[in-house]
T-cell receptor, first 116, second 113 residues
Framework: DTGVSQDPRHKITKRGQNVTFRCDPI?????LYWYRQTLGQGPEFLTY????????KSRLLSDRFSAERPKGSFSTLEIQRTEQGDSAMYLC??????????????FGQGTRLTVV | GNSVTQMEGPVTLSEEAFLTINCTYT??????LFWYVQYPGEGLQLLLK?????DKGSNKGFEATYRKETTSFHLEKGSVQVSDSAVYFC????????????FGQGTELSVKP
């Protein structure tokens, strides 16, 4: 297992275009998280899945954002009608719920989005 | 609400100096606490964690103790190396909130030879 992988690593798009990012989690992990990180800030939670169910969405996730995790495996994050304010690093993490009910999250290297 | 506050960076130290990065938290519940590290050009890596009061997390010479009475989880290392140069993030999670992480703003550490 090579860990959490994200694709693409970098994306430059024109304002108003749609973009889609992919995350492949560690195979045995049932939880998958998306975060957004802007320069000089810590990552901010966007949404998470347990298996294929999307259990929580942050208020940061406007209606232009949609995430899916078909069959509880890989996940996609789509941004429609991109705006310059969407420029950020998008991080995916996966984890398993442990016997103590805590989840240790493992992060991918992220997709850096630049909207021009 | 739940939040994490870290000391501001950048922190610049000479090799073999003692490191402390302060972290305090506010949580509506009993959180687990984490330190993540982000080396230049790489993803976030878990450095250490603690899940209950008075637990000490340790890894690679770094340590942090979960202090419930002061709601703190300060990161320490006795002798830093140039290879420790990175951005360090303190974070908390609550198991009844799906394990999502709430991060501090990060502290950049630069270690000079």
């Amino acid at each position: 297992d090579t860990g959490v992988s994200q694709d693409p690593r970098h994306k430059i798009t024109k304002r108003g275009q749609n973009v889609t990012f992919r995350c492949d989690p560690i195979s045995e992990h049932n939880r998958l998280y998306w975060y957004r990180q802007t320069l000089g800030q810590g990552p901010e939670f966007l949404t998470y899945f347990q298996n294929e169910a999307q259990l929580e969405k942050s208020r940061l996730l406007s209606d232009r954002f949609s995430a899916e995790r078909p069959k509880g495996s890989f996940s996609t994050l789509e941004i429609q009608r991109t705006e310059q304010g969407d420029s950020a690093m998008y991080l995916c993490a996966s984890g398993m719920v442990g016997p103590d009910m805590n989840t240790e999250a493992f992060f991918g290297q992220g997709t850096r989005l630049t909207v021009v | 609400g739940n939040s994490v506050t870290q000391m501001e960076g950048p922190v610049t130290l000479s090799e073999e100096a003692f490191l402390t990065i302060n972290c305090t938290y506010t949580a509506t519940g009993y959180p687990s606490l984490f330190w993540y590290v982000q080396y230049p050009g790489e993803g976030l890596q878990l450095l250490l964690k603690a899940t209950k009061a008075d637990d000490k997390g340790s890894n690679k010479g770094f340590e942090a103790t979960y202090r419930k009475e002061t709601t703190s989880f300060h990161l320490e290392k006795g002798s830093v190396q140039v290879s420790d140069s990175a951005v360090y993030f303190c974070a908390l999670s609550l198991y009844n909130q799906g394990g999502k992480l709430i991060f501090g703003q990060g502290t950049e550490l630069s270690v000079k030879p």
